[in-house]
C-alpha cells in the first residue's frame, strides 16, 4: 500500500518520516549542529558523498525549514550553512538517536 503524502503536516510520524528520508539528513543535521559549515567542510565531514547527493540533500532540508543557507556578495561566491531554529529544536532528539545507537552497537558487540 502506498503512503498517503497527504498526510504530511498532518500526521507526525508521517511528517517526521518524510523529512528525514534522505540517507544523509540525520548526519547532515549532527554535523551542523554544533558549528556553521561551507559546503566543502561539510562534504569532508560526510565522507562518501556526492557534490549533487548533498546539494540536493541541503536544498531539501532548507526547503524543510531546518537549515540555514547564507550567501555571502562577494566572488568568488562564499555559503555557509547553519540549522535554523527549527532545526537546532531536533537536538534532544539527535541526543536520544545516539543514546539508542550506542546501546544497539553494545548489543551487537556482545553477541
Not at 510520524?13 to 528525514?20: A, D, E, G, R
Not at 539528513?25 to 551542523?32: A, E, M, N, V, Y
Not at 560526510?46 to 555571502?72: A, P, S, W
Amino acid at each position: 500500500m502506498a503512503l498517503d503524502n497527504s498526510l504530511f503536516g498532518k500526521c507526525p510520524y508521517f511528517t517526521v518520516q518524510k523529512i528525514l528520508s534522505g540517507k544523509w539528513s540525520i548526519l547532515i543535521i549532527h554535523h551542523l549542529n554544533t558549528d556553521t559549515l561551507r559546503f566543502g567542510e561539510l562534504q569532508r565531514k560526510l565522507g562518501d558523498i556526492t557534490q549533487t547527493t548533498l546539494t540536493k540533500h541541503l536544498r531539501m532540508l532548507e526547503d524543510y525549514g531546518l537549515i540555514h543557507r547564507y550567501v555571502y556578495s562577494e566572488i568568488p561566491p562564499k555559503v555557509e550553512y547553519s540549522l535554523t531554529d527549527l532545526g537546532k529544536a531536533f537536538n534532544p532528539i539527535l541526543n536520544e538517536l545516539k543514546i539508542w545507537g550506542d546501546k544497539y552497537i553494545e548489543t551487537l558487540n556482545t553477541q
